[in-house]
């Protein structure tokens, strides 16, 4: 089970950070982690993908605004929302893809999701 953090009420312009951690798993910060947001009435919109080899991409829509990262946290991964705007609006879910680091299995599984706002 994973679990986020760091979702909030922003204004346009602002940032914030949101995490996405496994308990106890000293290697997920090099696990390859995809994010996702939801909002009302849409279809679920790919934001983000850290890949087995640490390479971020990212959608058109948040490219050069967001950036996943990684912190002395070994058991935890970030993403890094900065220059927000109100249609970054939504619920961010962060969904680990399995694989492996260094022999080291990789989890599979779904956050529960954190709201963020962004409005002035």
């Known amino acids: 089970q994973l679990l986020e953090s760091g979702g909030g009420l922003v204004e346009p312009g602002g940032s914030l950070r949101l995490s996405c951690s496994a308990p106890?798993?000293?290697?997920?910060?090099?696990?390859?982690v995809t994010w996702y947001r939801q909002t009302a009435g849409k279809e679920r919109e790919w934001v983000s993908t850290?890949?087995?080899?640490?390479?971020?991409t990212y959608a058109d829509s948040v490219k050069g605004r967001f950036s996943i990262t990684i912190g002395e946290a070994k058991d935890t991964q970030y993403l890094q929302m900065n220059s927000l705007k109100p249609e970054d609006t939504g619920m961010y879910l962060c969904?680990?893809?399995?694989?492996?680091?260094?022999?080291?299995?990789?989890?599979?599984?779904w956050g529960q999701g954190t709201q963020v706002t962004v409005s002035s």
């Open positions: 106890g798993l000293d290697h997920f910060r090099r696990c390859p």
């Open positions: 850290m890949s087995s080899d640490y390479r971020g």
């Open positions: 969904k680990a893809t399995g694989g492996s680091w260094q022999g080291a299995p990789c989890p599979e599984g």
